[in-house]
């Protein structure tokens, strides 16, 4: 089965600077999906950035862009020019592209953003 | 963008009574939807999975009759959760994906359930 872990419970980061939230996963396949979602204090889930496991280049989305390494299983989402709105919780999350359609979520960074 | 509207936001009841949370797809169509459940400061637990028109798929460990989920139409999903216990208190979130896997799901604002 699919694991994703997250091994950071809490990171913080001044503003206006740059913070990597780690990501890594297990799987057998080589076909699937990574995401990244934000939940800040609304609870209100936020698709953040997304990656197809076939794709080699790296995703970017603004101020976020993913290191993604397949052989490594690695999935870390870097954060550029921090800005307070980008306090919340970060899920980074696993889907197969085959059989089962659910999201495998990790257990969560806590991102602060201080001033 | 695809919207999923999920109802109550919040709501209390009474040990033993049961409590039906909405979730909607607004300007799009889901076969599959799917409920979570969060504790506080945890992850997203995936309960079950929502078809249209078919029997719900529930994870290991969920209870059928304790968390009954319908998903009658192509645009509404309903997770009632029966005989309430203050246990059962949480926050339920529901989602959806609208077309491709690579778009990921979209997420309801969620629902804060109290038992008292």
């Known amino acids: 089965a699919q694991t994703v872990t997250q091994s950071q419970p809490e990171m913080s980061v001044q503003e206006a600077e740059t913070v990597t939230l780690s990501c890594t996963y297990d799987?057998?396949?080589?076909?699937?999906?990574l995401f990244w979602y934000k939940q800040p204090p609304s609870r209100q889930m936020i698709l953040v950035i997304r990656?197809?496991?076939?794709?080699?280049q790296n995703a970017t989305e603004n101020r976020f862009s993913v290191n993604f390494q397949k052989a490594a299983k690695s999935f870390s989402l870097k954060i550029s020019d921090s800005q307070l709105g980008d306090a919340a919780m970060y899920f980074c999350?696993?889907?197969?592209?085959?059989?089962?359609?659910?999201?495998?979520f990790g257990t969560g960074t806590r991102l602060q953003v201080f001033p | 963008g695809a919207v999923v509207s999920q109802h109550p936001s919040r709501v209390i009841c009474k040990s033993g009574t049961s409590v039906k949370i909405e979730c909607r797809s607004l300007?799009?169509?889901?076969?599959?939807m799917f409920w979570y459940r969060q504790f506080p400061k945890q992850s997203l637990m995936l309960m079950a999975t929502s078809n249209e028109g078919s029997k719900a798929t529930y994870e290991q460990g969920v209870e059928k009759d304790k968390f009954l989920i319908n998903h009658a139409s192509l645009t509404l999903s309903t997770l009632t959760v029966t005989s309430a216990h203050p246990e059962d208190s949480s926050f339920y979130i529901c989602s959806a994906r609208r077309g491709a896997a690579y778009y990921g799901y979209t997420f309801g604002s969620g629902t804060r359930l109290t038992v008292v």
């Open positions: 990656q197809e496991a076939y794709k080699q």
């Open positions: 300007d799009f169509q889901a076969t599959t």
């Open positions: 999350a696993y889907r197969s592209s085959r059989g089962t359609d659910k999201l495998i």
């Open positions: 799987t057998s396949e080589s076909d699937y999906y």
